[in-house]
């Protein structure tokens, strides 16, 4: 339950933080940053471009500084597509660099965001033992960052209600995850 409450905290205080933005048409901007975001959930493909928010596709990632919320630095990648689709990774870091960053259920730490997605209203995130979520990030110049994803997560059930069953563990795979051009906001 609180993996639920923490995607919807992640997820609105990311789209405040693109009202309050200084350029309110920046993500909306083609020329700026034509980021794609695309994996296969389960075997099947999904595509997420960055279209704007409005019509809800779009892609981004957030600088967000210590504060209440979230005690740490971090760059936290929005992704959704329609009311069903949707992702919120939290990279913990103070300066995102070009290497590998790896969340299992041992690392997860005061954060649960670290690889939580939905896919047709199933909640999906990083809970058990063998869970993980896995980013590598392969290009990170002019605010535009690229890179690719893998993950192995547990259903939390859908959104709203339910919970994770331990039964299920482990079978949401994420495979052939790449996004490109994504433009960060500070």
Known sequence: ???????????TVSIDFLSCSTDPNAINDPSTANGIFQYKVN?????IRNVDVTSLEYVFFAKHLPGVALPQTTYILNAQKGANIAWVVEIETDSLSLKNYRYDSVSLGASWANGVMTNNGMQSGVIYNGDYFSINITSYSNGL???????????LGILGGG??????????IITDGQFKNIKCIY
Do not use: A, H, W
Request: proline letters at 8%; hydrophobic letters at 40%.
């Open 1 to 11: 339950m609180k993996q639920i409450l923490l995607f919807v905290l992640l997820l």
């Open 43 to 47: 075997g099947t493909p999904v595509t």
């Open 145 to 155: 960052i690229s890179g690719n994803f893998t993950g192995k997560l547990t259903p």
């Open 163 to 172: 919970g994770p069953d331990y039964s299920l563990r482990g079978t949401t």
